[in-house]
C-alpha cells in the first residue's frame, strides 16, 4: 500500500511539473515553449534550461516582452508593451530598462533618452501632447533644474 501512495504522489509531482517547465520544443538548449505556475510564458531561444537569445514574454498581466534575453532575464534590445498601455523600445540589463530607449505612454507622453535600473537618468527628453517639451538632464526619474 505504502509502495502506491508513493507512485500516486510521484505520478501528481511530474504532472505538477509539466505544468510549471516545458511545454513543448527543446527547453534545455535550442527553441521551445516554457510556461511557469504564475502564467508567465515564453517562447523562443532557449540555453542551459533558461531563456537565451530572441524570445516572447507574456506575463499574466497582459505584459508583453519581445527581444533578447540572456540567463532568463530581458537583456539587450527589446520592445515591452505593459499592461497599463506604456510600450518601451529600448535597451535593457537584468529585467530593467538601461541603456537607450523610447517610452510611450497611453497619453501621448513620450520620453526619448538614456535610462537606468528602469528610470529616466542622463541626457533626455520628454514630449507632452499639449506640445510641451522638457530636455535636459533627468537623474532618478527627475528633470534637473
Known sequence: MKKIIIAVCMVFAVAGYGFAGCV??????GEGVYEWSDGTRYSGSI??????GHG?????????YVG???AGSRSGK?????PDGKKYTGLWEDNLMNGLGTM????????????LDGMSHGQGKMSYPDGKVREGVWEDGDLLD
Do not use: H, I
Request: aromatic fraction near 12%.
Open 56 to 64: 516572447t514574454m507574456l506575463y499574466p498581466d497582459g505584459g508583453e
Open 68 to 70: 533578447e534575453m540572456k
Open 24 to 29: 513543448e520544443g527543446d527547453c534545455v538548449n
Open 104 to 115: 510611450t505612454w497611453a497619453d501621448g507622453k513620450v520620453y526619448v533618452g538614456e535610462w
Open 47 to 52: 540555453r542551459n534550461k533558461a531563456p537565451e
Open 78 to 82: 527589446g520592445d515591452m508593451n505593459f
